[in-house]
C-alpha cells in the first residue's frame, strides 16, 4: 500500500500533495478527452473563459509533478493559438462579460511570480493580448528572486496591457480566517498594491479558491468589484462578479489539450469540485 508523508508548509503548500492532485489530473485528462470528442469539436464553447495560470518557467517549490508551471515555449504555443483563432477574442477581465463577442478569453496569474517579466517583453506585449496579475502582498516582500519585487510590480504596471489585482496579504484561507483577520487580508493587501503602483485596486482572486458567502460579503465590503475563483468553467451574463469561474492550465496540459480547455472539455469538473463540497 502506498503511503505518503503529507506536511503542511508555512506558506501553505502541501508537501505530497502532488502525487495525489497529479493522479486524479491524469484521470480527469482521460474523462475530459472522452467528452471533448463526444461535444465540443468544433468551436470554443461561447461565453467567456478565464484562463488562470501560476508560473511560467520557475519551478514552484513542492510542486512535485510540475502543475503549477508552464514553459516559456508552451506558453508561446497556447498565447499563438488563442491569438489566430478566429472565433476567439482576447480581452480585460473588467470587460470580458459585457463584451458582445461570442467567445472571449482573458488571463489571469496567480501569486506574483517574477517570469511574468519576460513572458510579459517577449510574448504578450508583442501580441497585445491583456492579462492580470493576482498579486500576494507577502510574497512581494520576499527577498528571493522567486516573485516580484515591488519594484517590478510598479515596473509592469506601466505596461497598457496589466491589470494588478489582489490575492490576499498571506495567501491564507479566507475562510479559515476570523472576521478581524478577513478585514485584514483583504485591505492590507490592496493598500500595499494600491501604495506600490499608485492606481486603484478593484478586482482579486481567492487564495486557494477558498470561497463562501461570508468572504463574498467581506470581499465587497472591502470595496472590490471582481472576485474571481478556482472553479472550473465558463462565464456568462448571468455570473456573480464576485464567484467568477476560471480555467486552470497547468504544466501536464500539451498543445491538445489546452485546445480542449478552450473548447469546454474541463467544464464538468466545475460542476463535479462544486458537488463534492457541498
Not at 469561474?245 to 480542449?260: H, N, V, W
Request: include cysteine; hydrophobic fraction near 40%.
Amino acid at each position: 500500500m502506498l503511503s505518503l508523508s503529507i506536511q503542511k508548509r508555512p506558506d501553505g503548500f502541501v508537501e505530497g500533495q502532488g502525487v495525489l492532485v497529479g493522479t486524479r489530473r491524469l484521470i480527469s485528462r482521460g474523462v475530459s478527452q472522452l467528452v471533448s470528442r463526444v461535444a465540443y469539436t468544433h468551436r470554443p464553447r461561447r461565453g467567456y473563459r478565464i484562463l488562470m495560470y501560476h508560473a511560467v518557467g520557475t519551478r514552484v517549490k513542492g510542486d512535485f509533478r510540475g502543475i503549477f508551471s508552464v514553459t516559456p515555449d508552451e506558453f508561446k504555443q497556447q498565447m499563438e493559438y488563442l491569438s489566430q483563432h478566429a472565433f476567439i477574442k482576447m480581452t480585460s477581465l473588467e470587460l470580458g462579460l459585457m463584451d458582445p463577442a461570442p467567445c472571449r478569453v482573458s488571463l489571469t496569474f496567480d501569486d506574483g511570480y517574477r517570469d511574468i517579466l519576460p513572458v510579459a517583453e517577449k510574448i504578450l506585449v508583442p501580441m497585445g493580448i491583456p492579462f492580470v496579475l493576482f498579486i500576494t502582498k507577502s510574497y512581494a516582500q520576499r527577498t528571493g528572486p522567486e516573485y516580484l519585487s515591488k519594484d517590478a510590480i510598479r515596473e509592469i504596471s506601466r505596461l497598457a496591457q496589466v491589470t494588478i489585482g489582489a490575492h490576499g496579504a498571506t495567501h491564507k484561507r479566507l475562510t479559515e480566517c476570523s472576521d478581524q483577520e478577513l478585514v485584514t487580508e483583504l485591505k492590507t493587501s490592496r493598500e500595499f498594491l494600491e501604495d506600490v503602483i499608485s492606481k486603484p485596486v478593484r478586482i482579486m482572486a481567492y487564495p486557494h479558491g477558498a470561497v463562501n458567502e461570508r468572504v463574498v460579503q467581506a470581499v465587497v465590503r472591502a470595496g472590490y468589484s471582481i472576485a474571481v475563483s478556482t472553479r472550473a468553467g465558463i462565464n456568462n451574463s448571468a455570473s456573480h462578479l464576485m464567484k467568477l469561474k476560471r480555467t486552470e492550465i497547468s504544466g501536464l496540459d500539451d498543445l491538445a489539450d489546452f485546445k480542449m480547455k478552450i473548447f469546454g472539455a474541463w467544464d464538468w469538473y466545475g460542476v463535479k469540485s462544486w458537488v463534492c463540497k457541498t
